[in-house]
C-alpha cells in the first residue's frame, strides 16, 4: 500500500449510455468508440503514476476489461448524484489509511502522468489541488482530509461547478494545476487527429 490513492470515475462504456452529448453528433457507436479510446489513455497514464489505483465503476463490476487487476483495485461507485458517489469513494479511501487520494476523470487525452504527479506532490503544502477543466467544472481533485461541503450542492455538468467548489474552499490553501480539456460534445475533440478515425468514415 502506498500513502497515494488514484480513483478513476468510469461508466460503463455501453452504446448509447456514454458520451450522449457528444453521440448526438458522431452517432452512438462513434461516440462508444471514442470513450473506450479514451479510457485506455487514462489506463495508460494510470499505470505510470506510483500510487495505489482504483476503478469506480458506474454500472457493474467488469472482471475482464482494460483495467487489469494486475494494477487496478476495482470498485463499484454508490450515491445518489455524482457530488455524494465522489465523496463516498474519497471517504472509503481516506479511512482506509491513505494520506492522499486524488480522483481523476476518464475522457482526457490531455491528461498525463507528470500532472497527476504534480497534484502529488503539491499535497505536501496544500490542502486541496484541483485540475481545472475548460468547461468551468475539474478533471482532477485531491485532497488529504474530507471536505464534505464541495460535494453538495453543485449543478453537476455545468460550467458554474469549479467556481462553487472554490467558494466552499475559502478557508483552504487550494493548488490549481493546468487548465486542460475534456471531451463532453463534438467541438471538444474535433481538433484530435487521432480521434478522427472514428467519425470520418
Known amino acids: 500500500m502506498t500513502k497515494t490513492a488514484l480513483i478513476i470515475f468510469t461508466r ?5 449510455k456514454c458520451k450522449t452529448r457528444l453521440a448526438k453528433t458522431v452517432g452512438d457507436q462513434a461516440a462508444l468508440d471514442i470513450y473506450n479510446y479514451l479510457l485506455q489513455h487514462t489506463a495508460t497514464v494510470a499505470k505510470k503514476v506510483d500510487v495505489d489505483r482504483y476503478v469506480f465503476y458506474s ?3 467488469n472482471p475482464n476489461d482494460i483495467w487489469d487487476i494486475a494494477h487496478f483495485s476495482k470498485k463499484l461507485q454508490t450515491g445518489s448524484d455524482l457530488g455524494e458517489r465522489m465523496h463516498n469513494a ?3 479511501l481516506l479511512d482506509s489509511g491513505y494520506q492522499k487520494v486524488i480522483i481523476i476523470g476518464s475522457d482526457l487525452l490531455d491528461l498525463n502522468e507528470g500532472i497527476i504527479d504534480q497534484a502529488i506532490q503539491k499535497l505536501e503544502h496544500h490542502d486541496v489541488v484541483i485540475g481545472p477543466a475548460e468547461d468551468g467544472g475539474y478533471y482532477l481533485l485531491g485532497m488529504k482530509t474530507l471536505h464534505p461541503e464541495i460535494f453538495k450542492n453543485k449543478a453537476w455538468g455545468t460550467k458554474t461547478v469549479r467556481q462553487d467548489t472554490l467558494e466552499d474552499l475559502q478557508n483552504s490553501n487550494v493548488y490549481l494545476l493546468a487548465t486542460l480539456n475534456d471531451i463532453d460534445t463534438f ?5 484530435y487527429e487521432e480521434l478522427k478515425k472514428y467519425y470520418n468514415n
Not at 460503463?12 to 448509447?16: A, D, K, L, M, Q
Not at 467541438?187 to 481538433?191: R, W
Open 12 to 16: 460503463n462504456p455501453e452504446v448509447g
Open 90 to 92: 474519497f471517504q472509503e
Open 187 to 191: 467541438e471538444d475533440m474535433k481538433h
Open 59 to 61: 454500472e457493474n463490476i
